[in-house]
């Protein structure tokens, strides 16, 4: 058989199908690859699901079999299914099939405040760092990632789950007079994502001067 072709395969179609005993199952149409000698299941609990995306887990190994029981999840997964042959050679996924639980409620994002605006003199100190505050107001887990797109801008951490506080530091060394944009981006699975601006107003340093003092002068008298 030619390994290469049959690796880059697609192995199978996968569908959800509910079972009589309220569990559910994964079944799938049977490969026709040379030498099959059975699939691999993979689940994820978030998207991307996907063999590179460093998100899947071995869920199973099986036979020359077409269905797998995954009973019933608490939360929303993913599954994707990989054909493999007698010498080990693996095939390219399924299509990613996912399963929700009908009473599941999704994560919503809470941010608070919902902008900054930071102010330093320049040549001067760094602004306070001040506190962006990260919630889930709805359901299950809330998995996020916080981003900025500003140089002078940095958060204290930038991934987390649940509930939160990031501090966000702006570093004005090297900045000219003048007012800076930002924006901070809360990303989260399940969930809209959440852009917050950022101001930074950035003032001329008071020059000093100095003045010259009148010095007087003795003068003599001339003579009369």
């Known amino acids: 058989m030619n ?15 509910p079972t009589p005993a309220w569990s559910y199952t994964l079944t799938w149409d049977a490969d026709t690859g040379a030498n099959l000698a059975g699939y691999k299941v993979y689940m994820c609990n978030v998207s991307p699901c996907t063999q590179t995306s460093g998100n899947a887990a071995l869920l ?21 299914v990989t054909a493999f042959d007698l010498f080990n050679n693996e095939s390219g996924p399924s299509n990613v099939v996912s399963y929700t639980p009908p009473s599941f409620v999704p994560p919503v994002m809470g941010e608070s405040p919902t902008s900054f605006s930071f102010a330093a003199t320049q040549g001067g100190d760094n602004p306070e760092p001040q506190t962006l505050s990260i919630a889930n ?88």
């Open 3 to 17: 390994c290469k072709n049959w690796v880059r395969a697609v192995a199978v179609l996968l569908m959800v199908c």
């Open 60 to 80: 199973a190994t099986l036979g020359l079999v077409t269905s797998f029981n995954f009973g019933i999840p608490s939360m929303p997964e993913y599954y994707y």
């Open 137 to 224: 107001t709805g359901g299950g887990t809330l998995i996020w990632t916080v981003s900025d797109n500003a140089t002078w801008l940095t958060p204290s951490q930038t991934a987390g789950s649940g509930n939160a506080t990031v501090t966000l530091n702006a570093a004005t060394g090297g900045l000219a007079a003048g007012s800076y944009s930002a924006a901070v981006t809360i990303h989260a699975t399940g969930a809209s994502s959440v852009t917050v601006p950022v101001t930074l107003m950035v003032t001329s340093g008071s020059s000093s001067s100095s003045h010259s003092g009148w010095k007087r002068q003795r003068h003599r008298r001339p003579p009369s």
